[in-house]
């Protein structure tokens, strides 16, 4: 009888464990699909962001005498700026919502890659509110009248070229991090390993791109395109299959 208790009671102990464990995966899958679809989402953003940002600023800066425009296009120029800065948000996000993924499997690499966005958002909005500068420089060119027409000028043009070079300095730190992150994920298979060779490779060329048009060589356009397509492929990557449970499970 006492036999008969005991095999019950094992019986009865063993089903809670099993349910635990099924709870516990339904917990784990839940966790990565969620992480999975923000952090796809978020480079799917990113992307849309400052793409769409950048095209409206161009569109006012890029026209030749383009202060004496900035008070009939301000409202394009200051959304686009915005959109370019909604960016920075996302870049830091991305990071954050990295970092307890990559932590296990690295904690300097996912250090390394929080701080490069961190530096990354900090040139890209020092870049933008450059662009932002534009407007009282243009009012206030319009103001002197014609003897503010030069200095008006050289300001608007040091504040573009300020843009742009703080992009193309935030890209290098961009691509040189995102090579740490990318090399680690095709160590872990946190995503297969031909995406994260990709990306390995895009980012290379993005830095090297960057670094090119730093020192004038104006090749980054076309250099980038690989790592452009890399995040985007990632991030409908992650949202539509997301991290690899395995991997993501001994990150958790």
Not at 213 to 229: D, M, N
Request: aromatic share 8%.
């Amino acid at each position: 009888m006492n036999q008969a208790i005991s095999t019950k009671s094992i019986s009865s102990n063993a089903q809670p464990v099993g349910a635990v464990e099924s709870s516990t995966r339904r917990a784990l899958m839940g966790s990565r699909i969620t992480c999975s679809r923000l952090i796809g989402a978020l480079f799917l953003l990113g992307f849309l962001s400052y793409g769409v940002g950048f095209a409206l600023v161009t569109s006012v800066v890029g026209a030749p005498g383009f202060l004496s425009t900035i008070s009939a296009h301000q409202t394009t120029l200051v959304l686009g700026a915005f959109l370019m800065l909604l960016n920075s948000l996302v870049d830091v996000g991305k990071g954050v919502l990295f970092f307890p993924i990559l932590e296990p499997h690295g904690k300097r690499t996912a250090l390394a890659y929080l701080a490069t966005m961190i530096v990354e958002v900090v040139l890209l909005a020092v870049g933008v509110l450059a662009l932002l500068m534009l407007v009282p420089i243009a009012q206030q060119g319009v103001d002197a009248g014609q003897a503010g027409v030069g200095w008006a000028k050289a300001l608007g043009s040091l504040a573009v070229q300020s843009n742009a070079m703080a992009y193309q300095i935030a890209e290098m730190v961009l691509g040189l991090g995102a090579i740490f992150l990318c090399a680690l994920l095709f160590r872990t298979r946190l995503i297969p390993r031909f995406l994260a060779g990709w990306g390995l490779i895009g980012y290379a060329m993005l830095a090297a791109g960057a670094i090119a048009e730093i020192f004038g060589i104006h090749i980054g356009l076309l250099l980038s395109i690989p790592g452009g397509l890399f995040e985007v492929v990632l991030g409908f990557w992650l949202i539509i299959k997301g991290f690899d449970l395995k991997a993501y499970s001994r990150a958790s």
